[in-house]
Structure formats: C-alpha cells, structure tokens
Nanobody, 121 residues
Framework: QVQLVESGGDSVQPGGSLRLSCVAS????????MGWFRQAPGKERETVAR???????AYPNFSKDRFTIYKDDGQKILYLQMHSLKPEDTAIYYC???????????????WGQGTQVTVSL
C-alpha cells in the first residue's frame, strides 16, 4: 500500500519561511506525479504546486514566485519550500500522488493527512 505523511507545518510571522516534507512509501516513488494542495476554513481546496516524473513543475500565480516544489528520490521525500509567507497562506497543506503513469494530475489517488500552516503576527 502507498502512504504519504506530511510534516513541517508551524506558526510563523508574515514574511517568514517554512519547508514542508512529505514522506512516501512505495517502490516507484520516482515514477509518480506529486503535488501540494491546501485548504483554508471556508474556502475550496487549491493546488499549490505540481511536479511530474520528468521534473517539470507547475504553480498557480499565488505561489509561482514564492514557493518551490522538489523531491529527493533516494529518501522518497517530497518538499515544499515556502518564502515570503502571507496571512492568506494560512491553511492545512496536503501532499498527494498520482500513481497512474498517464499524465500528471489524471487521478490524485493518494493523500497525506495534512499539516497546519498559520501565518500571523
């Protein structure tokens, strides 16, 4: 069975930085499309970043210049490095995997439990 476990969420001041981690089980981590998502109270779930098996990344406008998604295939860990954090970044952050080997995002079939990020004074 495939499992994802996030960590690294914390409470930080505006302008601060955090690095989130997602530890994955499974034999073929390097062949999975991976992504980070977030959901704040009263808001819909948002895509934060995506990383496909060819190393290509994708970001929405709110995270493009501030966040970086990357992975360590040897340790089977996905990371999200976040800089210049804003109060509106406050949310529960989830990592997810698409293991279908079709195209990245075809089916986000595996999810972590989430980690809380809070940005406030």
């Amino acid at each position: 069975q495939v499992q994802l476990v996030e960590s690294g969420g914390d409470s930080v001041q505006p302008g601060g930085s955090l690095r989130l981690s997602c530890v994955a089980s499974g034999y073929t981590f390097s062949n999975w499309c991976m992504g980070w998502f977030r959901q704040a109270p009263g808001k819909e779930r948002e895509t934060v970043a995506r990383l496909d098996v060819r190393g290509r990344t994708a970001y929405p406008n709110f995270s493009k210049d501030r966040f970086t998604i990357y992975k360590d295939d040897g340790q089977k860990i996905l990371y999200l490095q976040m800089h210049s954090l804003k109060p509106e970044d406050t949310a529960i952050y989830y990592c997810a995997a698409d293991t279908t080997r079709t195209y990245c995002g075809y089916d986000w079939n595996t999810w972590g439990q989430g980690t809380q990020v809070t940005v406030s004074l």
